[in-house]
Every structure is written in structure tokens, then in C-alpha cells.
Nanobody
Framework: QVHLVESGGGSVQAGGSLTLRCAAS??????RAWFRQAPGKEREGVAA??????NESNVARGRFTISQDSGKSTLLLQMNNLRPDDTAMYYC?????????????????WGQGTQVTVSS
């Protein structure tokens, strides 16, 4: 069983940057991802990394970068050029499926989330 704890959220102005971290403990699976949910909206995939291969959604491409540390215990999401519509709760998730990527329904374990607020 894996346990996930997110950190790094906060409040920034548009154009700013944040780095989100997801610390994992226990049996860490090969697929981990970042999802986000804005108030009144459905949760959406942001970026994932499976077996070391990253995959980024359209909302992330060009602005966000997903990575993991060499020990694979920490998942990172570097977010640059943030916009007000990036405001959301960001969740880290883990999947035992080797190719889960941004398939939300394939993720079994979720963190509590970290809030990101971007002001204009």
C-alpha cells in the first residue's frame, strides 16, 4: 500500500511559478499522476509519469513539467506561467496499472490535495 502526501501549493499572481511535491511511502507503483479540480468543475488530469515516461495534458503542455526524484519517492510538478484558471485543488494519485497515465478511473490511491490559487 502506498501513502501520498502533497505539498507546495499556495497563492501566486498570474505569471508566477509553483512546484508541487508528492511524497510517497510504502509500495510505490510505477504510475503516478497529478490531477486537479476547480470549484464547480470535474476533476481533470494534468500530467502523469509511468515507468519513467511522462505524459502531459493539453492544459499542462508548455507550462508544467512532471518529474520524479532519482529514488522515485517524490513526484514533482513544476508549474510556470500560472493563470487564474489554474486555480484548483491539485491531487497526487498512484496506480498499479503500468499505463494508467491520465485515466483517472485507473488510479487507486489519492492524496489529500494541495490548493493552488492564482490571482490576476
Amino acid at each position: 500500500q502506498v501513502h501520498l502526501v502533497e505539498s507546495g501549493g499556495g497563492s501566486v499572481q498570474a505569471g508566477g511559478s509553483l512546484t508541487l511535491r508528492c511524497a510517497a511511502s510504502g509500495d510505490i507503483p510505477e504510475c503516478r499522476a497529478w490531477f486537479r479540480q476547480a470549484p464547480g468543475k470535474e476533476r481533470e488530469g494534468v500530467a502523469a509519469i509511468c515507468s519513467g515516461t511522462p505524459n502531459e495534458s493539453n492544459v499542462a503542455r508548455g507550462r508544467f513539467t512532471i518529474s520524479q526524484d532519482s529514488g522515485k519517492s517524490t513526484l514533482l510538478l513544476q508549474m510556470n506561467n500560472l493563470r487564474p484558471d489554474d486555480t484548483a485543488m491539485y491531487y497526487c494519485a498512484a496506480s498499479k496499472h503500468l499505463w494508467a497515465y491520465l485515466r483517472e478511473d485507473l488510479y487507486e490511491t489519492w492524496g489529500q490535495g494541495t490548493q493552488v490559487t492564482v490571482s490576476s
